[in-house]
């Protein structure tokens, strides 16, 4: 069975400052999908970046990045100049190919203080 | 596109009582999920269905809950009777499936179980 594990409960940076959330998960599966979902207080669930498995390049989305490290199975999201509204639960996500389901790690909390 | 639309947004009951949530997904998605979730589990998949027809229910916790599809533009997720451990946010999402097609959510319902 997948899992995907988000080992940082909380975080808190400054706003402007870049941060990164870490998400490793673990498949024996070759082809899927993974996603970054944000979850502000108002409750709604709001795709951040998606990355196919099979493509090497690191997807980016404006200030939203993430480091894919297909061997160590690993992904991490980078947010650039953090801004308040990035204030949010983030959760990382997985997704087998062929196969709609998709699991979510436990989140990360992120505060970004002014 | 008016997105996922989910009601109540919120529900307070009493244990013993019958709840039923409701979701209609984006018209055209062919999948449908129901997630739950609380501050232990993070989010958990419940059921999702393909085409109306349920694919996997294994997440569903009890013989309590059922979910039914009976047309491409309507989902319930009932749970009877209830307790007060089924408090909780429930989310319904749909998407195209197949992995091209990431998760749309609703803004889910808050269950209250007293």
């Known amino acids: 069975a997948q899992t995907v594990t988000q080992s940082q409960p909380e975080m808190s940076v400054q706003e402007a400052e870049t941060v990164t959330l870490s998400c490793t998960y673990d498949?024996?599966?070759?082809?899927?999908?993974l996603f970054w979902y944000k979850q502000p207080p108002s409750r709604q669930m709001i795709l951040v970046i998606r990355?196919?498995?099979?493509?090497?390049q690191n997807a980016t989305e404006n200030r939203f990045s993430v480091n894919f490290q297909k061997a160590a199975k690993s992904f991490s999201l980078k947010i650039s100049d953090s801004q308040l509204g990035d204030t949010a639960m983030y959760f990382c996500?997985?997704?087998?190919?062929?196969?709609?389901?998709?699991?979510f790690g436990k989140g990360t909390r992120l505060h970004i203080l002014p | 596109d008016a997105g996922v639309i989910q009601s109540p947004r919120h529900e307070v009951t009493e244990m013993g009582q019958e709840v039923t949530l409701r979701c209609k997904p984006i018209?055209?998605?062919?999948?449908l999920f129901w997630y739950r979730q609380t501050m232990m589990r993070g989010l958990e998949l419940l059921i999702y269905?393909?085409?109306?027809?349920?694919?996997?229910d294994s997440g569903m916790p009890e013989d309590r809950f059922s979910a039914k599809m009976p047309n491409a533009s309507f989902s319930t997720l009932k749970i009877q009777p209830s307790e007060p451990r089924d408090s909780a946010v429930y989310f319904c999402?749909?998407?195209f499936g197949q992995g091209n097609s990431p998760l749309h959510f609703g803004n889910g319902t808050r269950l209250t179980v007293t």
């Open positions: 999402a749909s998407s």
């Open positions: 498949t024996s599966e070759n082809n899927y999908y």
């Open positions: 990355q196919e498995a099979y493509k090497q």
């Open positions: 996500a997985f997704m087998k190919n062929r196969d709609d389901k998709i699991i």
């Open positions: 018209s055209g998605h062919n999948s």
């Open positions: 269905f393909n085409n109306n027809v349920p694919i996997d």
